[in-house]
């Protein structure tokens, strides 16, 4: 039985709680808070055993094998360090960090101190994109030629909020671009070449942003997030051969509907039924039980080189975060 740590009394940690107990062999030992007040209320709320005012505390419990990151974006980079120094397996919220910079120093720390680290980049572990993952690369569609996805919803966010405030990591590419180009690069591997353009808003963060990539071979990608807009949230794979939709949300889908060269459609229907975040926990659990420190599924090299082209979009978008 696992025992997991959860850092960050927040809203997305609230869903993991739920995702750890579908997932069978774990349990919710303890939270952590910057307020105990919010930690017991959540505590309470979840029936989590221990609660704890402070991170700090969370980390020193030695029952604790495993610790979820759910904090805002730029404290990952900090909590995972922490809690890689104090020996515990981590799970790190999207985006794995600010920048690739950060990223290379968790990654760096826990390889060096032999401790599992996984971001928590639950599409992967969804069955239908483990499925279109095994379909393509099987050659169902032939040569995969273009990745198209996008993500997007009106988030009404005043300022000051976590999703447009710079000193917060804020901005679309980083909440939600995230996803289509992590979905691009699970299929295509790392680009060649990347060219983006973005909205900024008053912030100065991108409320839109849009990413075209290349690959080795020709192959192309295009995303765009945006925050502005409920966008279709979908994803289509063409290949030379057909064409694979995946359906909103693409990053958490529960169809997929192959079109042959031909136009015959084939629909593969994947419920999800229940928590969608029970696959990655999943995983974290049958990693740790074999001993293993990375997921072959959601390497740390994955996510380093997604950071990476993070890095190159805002860089060229003009995005910059305090201390950068
Ligand atoms: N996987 C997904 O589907 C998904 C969905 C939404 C968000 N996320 C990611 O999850 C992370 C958290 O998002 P969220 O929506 O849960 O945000 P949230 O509700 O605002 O929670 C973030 C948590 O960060 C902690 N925190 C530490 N220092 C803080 C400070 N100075 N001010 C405010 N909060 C502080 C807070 O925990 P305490 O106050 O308890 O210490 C807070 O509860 C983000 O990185 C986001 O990208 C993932």
Redesign the pocket.
Known sequence: MINWGIL??????G?LVLGIREAGGGRVAAV????IE??GT?AGRFEIPAAYGS?EDLLADDDIDAIYV????D??YQNTLDAIAAGKAVLC???FALNSGQAAEMVAAARSAGVFLME?M?MRFIPAIVELRELVSGGAIGEIRTVAADFGFRANAGAGH?LVEPS??GGAL??LGVYPISLAMLLLGEPESIAASASIGASGVDEQVAVSMTFPGGAISSAYATFMADSPTEAHVVGTEGRVWVHPRFHNPERLDVIGADGAVREIDLPIGGSG?RFEVAEVHRALLAGETESPMRTLDDSLAVMRVLDAVRDQVGVRYPGE
């Open positions: 960050g009394a927040g809203k997305i940690a869903a952590g808070s910057r307020s919010r930690a959540f991170y759910a904090t805002r974006n404290l990952h919220e999207k985006p928590a639950w976590r917060l990591g980083l909440d975040y």
